[in-house]
């Protein structure tokens, strides 16, 4: 048996010994002690010198300002610096208190156990019955497809289904005025777009599909780049983008204004707003054309990530709504950016705090392990147009200068020869941030409508483990790059390629791509546990229990995790890097 003991204090400096002293003398002493402050930055910096005397651990809690928040960053800490086991333990104490000499004992309770419980949370001062109950007001508005200006829309998506593909196809030929419908097709070996490519026909619209064998062969003589030769199949988002962006670029070579719009293939045409206000996409496109290269839209409904993302809070919202008559987010939750995203930076007070949805029964739990928002849709808010750097995946695209569909390929870290997801990101932010491109961040969202699947825990732990790892790139690169642009006319590339440059963005990398996995496997054996009381209490859901329960299937995602910090990884892709840069430079001469 191991046991971390962890102490929480809040500008209480003189207890803080106190209560190491009292720790000291317990007869069963503490594998380790952790600190966790809550106090200001001043008195921090104080208990600070104090933990170093005792030789302990002191770490600021970044979480919710709350004890609860406090004790699940001691929670964070003991999972990054110990390996999850049987005989780890969590034993928290309060700074105000002597402790018996069998407190760690009585107090202890162990770490797979407290995981599965969902740690501690947050938002503990919610209760699930208040006296005032909120419901949310969720509008359905179409986008309307009026007021075309004096240019060639083109719209351009990659197809992974027939069915899907000609859902979004239907919407497209009925509602909107386009000069080029451009379709990659990725349908699994065996299978065509026969019926999209029928019904386009029957419209008379212009339309290209590009098919397998023809991007494939193309892949292979590095048509898209010499960086794509090694490639023989779209493998990752990334990749199937670079090839969208190439095929958009030469079949509109003889438009003459060409303005396009890069979308997924599983949305539909309308979006689930807190607004009522309306929607014209081509009043934005007016608005913004000739003077922006990019509005980069969101996305509603369906959130745009890994299933398993977003799968904890509403299985929470699933146990406390099952059996229920009542509509309510008591705490006005779905306010908070990233509600949905059990794994957002930017709260962490939402993860046990349900919200409530009457006439839920059990085909809602199957929805859930398909990734459809069920209790917690992505919402767009007030319509805006924002010029930020961007942190938006690119799932809803309006590019406005075909140049930079040629610019630069949608690419970020390999790991294992295959692409992180959010190479969008990467896109954009080489565009905005390095090429100076004017991107504008726009909130008007379009609906991703995800199709019911089978859930699969192997194939959502590697799309998961590849999206920290996107995420985590994402975050360094930028960091870094900003930093470089703090210098009077910086060559970004040839400084991103030095080696002080390249030594802090591997530790930034690593740094956020480590918190980022802790808090996916805190999350992860919170769904364990989840799934087991929900089979327990209910009698169904045993499919994924049995998933969960097999705790061994986790090594899929930490065996990607220790591979993606090899340092080979990085030194590959800014080598690889270079030789895009070069290419690029020839592109922008000729």
Avoid at 178 to 198: H, N, V, Y
Avoid at 211 to 227: C, T
Avoid at 260 to 278: G, M
Avoid at 307 to 312: W, Y
Wanted: one cysteine or more.
């Amino acid at each position: 048996m191991k046991t971390i003991a962890v102490i929480v204090t809040c500008n209480r400096l003189a207890l803080i010994p106190k209560a190491l002293k009292s720790v000291s003398k317990l007869t069963r002493k503490p594998y380790n002690v952790y600190v966790v402050s809550n106090s200001t930055n001043e008195n921090y910096l104080k208990e600070k010198e104090i933990c170093k005397e005792f030789g302990v651990e002191l770490f600021k809690n970044y979480r919710s300002e709350n004890y609860a928040g406090a004790l699940n960053t001691a929670v964070e800490q003991i999972v990054k610096q110990h390996e999850i086991s049987e005989d780890l333990y969590f034993a928290s104490f309060d700074c105000t208190n002597d402790f018996g000499q069998n407190h760690v004992k009585n107090n202890a309770i162990k770490l797979t156990t407290l995981l599965k419980s969902g740690a501690f949370n947050e938002g503990f001062s919610v209760t699930t019955e208040p006296t005032e109950k909120k419901e949310i007001s969720i509008f359905t508005n179409n986008i309307s497809f009026e007021n075309k200006g004096n240019y060639q829309f083109v719209i351009g998506f990659i197809a992974g289904n027939d069915i899907i593909a000609k859902r979004i196809v239907e919407q497209i030929i009925e509602k909107v005025p386009t000069d080029l419908i451009l379709i990659i097709d990725d349908t699994p070996k065996g299978k065509t777009l026969d019926e999209t490519e029928r019904i386009l026909k029957e419209s008379k619209k212009s339309f290209k599909i590009v098919s397998y064998d023809n991007w494939q062969a193309k892949l292979l003589i590095g048509y898209y780049g010499e960086y794509f030769e090694k490639f023989d199949d779209i493998n990752s988002i990334p990749l199937g983008r670079t090839i969208l962006h190439r095929h958009l670029f030469d079949e509109t070579t003889q438009f003459e204004k060409p303005v396009y719009w890069i979308i997924d293939d599983d949305i539909d045409l309308n979006a689930i707003s807190t607004s009522e206000k309306s929607f014209k996409l081509f009043d934005l496109i007016n608005e913004h054309i000739n003077k922006t290269d990019a509005i980069i839209g969101g996305i509603s409904n369906d959130p745009p990530i890994p299933a398993l993302s977003c799968i904890r809070t509403q299985l929470v919202d699933f146990l406390h709504s099952y059996g229920n008559d009542i509509n309510s987010d008591f705490h006005d939750i779905h306010k908070k950016p990233d509600y949905y995203y059990d794994l957002s930076d930017l709260h962490s007070d939402h993860l046990e705090t349900p919200i409530l949805k009457a006439g839920i029964n059990e085909s809602h739990l199957h929805h859930i392990f398909s990734g459809k928002a069920v209790f917690r849709p992505a919402l767009q808010r007030e319509l805006k147009s924002e010029h930020k750097t961007i942190t938006r995946l690119g799932a809803n695209t309006i590019v406005l200068n075909r140049d930079i569909l040629r610019l630069y390929p949608v690419i970020n870290l390999e790991v294992n020869d295959k692409f992180a997801r959010r190479g969008y990101l990467t896109w954009a932010l080489f565009n905005q941030v390095v090429s100076n491109k004017k991107i504008v961040v726009e909130t008007f969202c379009i609906n991703h409508t995800r199709t019911l699947s089978k859930f699969n825990t192997d194939r959502e732990l590697h799309k998961s483990a590849y999206d920290i790892i996107g995420y985590a790139f994402n975050k360094a690169i930028f960091q870094v790059i900003e930093n470089i642009k703090k210098s009077e006319n910086p060559d970004v590339f040839a400084e991103l390629l030095t080696e002080r440059n390249s030594k802090e963005l591997q530790q930034i990398y690593i740094f956020y791509l480590q918190r980022r996995k802790i808090r996916f496997l805190m999350h992860y054996y919170r769904i364990v546990g989840l799934t087991k009381i929900i089979y327990e209490k209910f009698g169904f859901g045993l499919e994924y229990y049995e998933q969960f329960k097999d705790e061994t299937k986790i090594s899929l995602f930490e065996n990607i995790m220790v591979n993606a910090v090899l340092d080979k990884h990085l030194k590959k892709f800014l080598k690889e890097l270079k030789l895009i840069v070069e290419e690029t430079k020839n592109l922008t001469s000729k």
